[in-house]
């Protein structure tokens, strides 16, 4: 398969949310038609970047892997057809989560990040649903419970948020900044 590219953008060895920070200005600069090959070694840019064009409008590709590198291609959609990136309304600030987390709340925490990720060290009995495998995985959540979610920077979280608000759910915070600053108990499997 050769697929024309018109620009590509290095974010090999860098970890969410660079790879969409860099794609988001590179796209900036592109005209409408035209393709971006984002070229990333973080295996969780696999579901970022899908969830990132779909939330904007512009065209995912798909994505192809040589070795460890994730190529991921993009086309930048016709003005109109371009959505302004929603950040979600509803944000807890990482005190406030681990405040509740202490007292006798029922809440649920949904950790959208990578399961290696997860793996060394997440929010204690938070669910680790991918932002990947989120919208397959939606009968695990109650739709009506307080769902809480994070994940390293926000970013991802910010994604799963709309799009579980897209998907009927109400109670709904992103958590930020994430588990890059989180300062409460972390369990690790």
Not at 102 to 108: D, P, S
Not at 126 to 154: D, V
Request: glycine fraction near 8%; charged fraction near 25%; proline fraction near 4%.
């Amino acid at each position: 398969m050769d697929i024309k590219v018109d620009r590509v953008v290095d974010a090999q060895g860098l970890a969410c949310p660079m790879p969409i920070v860099r794609t988001k200005k590179a796209m900036n600069e592109l005209n409408t038609g035209q393709v971006l090959e984002l070229q990333a070694t973080d295996k969780g840019s696999v579901a970022d970047i899908q969830a990132w064009a779909n939330s904007t409008g512009h065209q995912f590709l798909g994505t192809k892997q040589e070795g460890h590198v994730y190529r991921h291609y993009v086309r930048k959609s016709e003005p109109d057809e371009v959505k302004e990136e929603m950040t979600f309304p509803h944000t807890v600030h990482n005190d406030e989560l681990e405040r509740l987390l202490n007292g006798n709340t029922e809440i649920r925490v949904v950790d959208v990040r990578e399961p290696a990720e997860y793996a060394f060290g997440h929010v204690k009995n938070a669910l680790n649903i991918p932002l990947g495998e989120l919208e397959q995985r939606l009968g695990e959540l109650i739709p009506g419970s307080e769902l809480y979610i994070i994940c390293r920077t926000g970013n991802r979280s910010n994604l799963a948020a709309n799009l579980l608000e897209e998907k009927g759910f109400k109670n709904i915070k992103n958590v930020v900044p994430g588990m890059s600053q989180w300062n409460g108990d972390v369990e690790r499997d």
